[in-house]
């Protein structure tokens, strides 16, 4: 039986002021397994995200990741789990702008263990961007710049990969260079969490997940924040 990836139980995450960004969330998510994280903007996905990646804990409940509870690790373990387990990529890159595209690669081998150019310099030629190499952010396009986020989060081999809104800010024919970077991942075997707006992106998905108001919307639930009459909006099976 495939494993579990990724296991949260009733989580629920209060911001100062009484927000209650996540609702008694539980979910399963399996080992290679890709999913999509779809909801209304305000539904607690990010929140969820910042779980899933240790940038963040619940107020209450767990988070398992790969067999561990990373709600009980002390900050410092929790960062250390991250740079082992997890890749990150973000809709607004969150490259360093005065490091070349291999430099940003290298510094997330630091910060894992030890930089490695050859290695650094393959991940980005894996990406396409073997003739960019020494090129700063600013001198890269959008879709580029991603790929670089894509090579960084790759380069020290996570299991799990988590990507808020990745094709966001890209045009069409950079997001399907993005997308198939996606699919090779996913044949790799990462375990794929992707917040989208993009029915196209979650469409490629194995399921998508619903947010509203910080709850999964469950099978047979209509989304409230549907007009009456309109078609109901279910996580798939
Ligand atoms: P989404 O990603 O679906 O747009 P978020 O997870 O960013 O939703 O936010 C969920 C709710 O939590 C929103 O009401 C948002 O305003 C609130 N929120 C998010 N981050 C913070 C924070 N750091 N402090 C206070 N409230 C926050």
Redesign the pocket.
């Known amino acids: 039986m495939t494993k579990k990836m990724i296991e949260v139980r009733q989580a629920t995450k209060e911001?100062?002021?009484g927000?209650r960004?996540l609702d008694g969330v539980s979910l399963d998510i399996l080992q290679g397994e890709w999913v999509a994280i779809m909801?209304p903007?305000?539904?607690?996905?990010?929140?969820l995200l910042n779980l899933l990646s240790c940038l963040d804990r619940p107020t209450s409940g767990t988070v398992g990741i790969d067999g561990a509870d990373v709600t009980r690790l002390a900050a410092n373990q929790m960062a250390q789990f991250r740079r082992e387990k997890v890749g990150l990529v973000f809709q607004q890159f969150h490259l360093v702008p005065y490091l070349t595209a291999l430099e940003n690669v290298m510094l997330a081998q630091y910060f894992h263990s030890m930089p490695d150019a050859d290695e650094a310099r393959h991940a980005l030629e894996e990406v396409g961007l073997g003739a960019r190499l020494h090129h700063l952010p600013s001198h890269l396009s959008g879709g580029e710049q991603q790929r670089v986020c894509i090579a960084r989060a790759l380069i020290n081999q996570p299991q799990v990969i988590l990507a808020d809104e990745p094709t966001g800010n890209l045009d069409e024919a950079n997001e399907e260079i993005v997308l198939d970077l996606f699919r090779n991942m996913h044949a790799q075997g990462h375990t794929l969490v992707v917040v989208t707006h993009d029915p196209t992106v979650s469409a490629m998905a194995d399921r998508t997940i619903r947010?509203e108001h910080g709850r999964v919307v469950e099978p047979g639930e209509a989304m409230t924040a549907m007009p009456t009459g309109a078609p109901r909006v279910l996580q798939q099976a």
């Open positions: 911001y100062a002021g927000t960004a909801g903007s305000g539904s607690g996905k990010t929140t947010l």
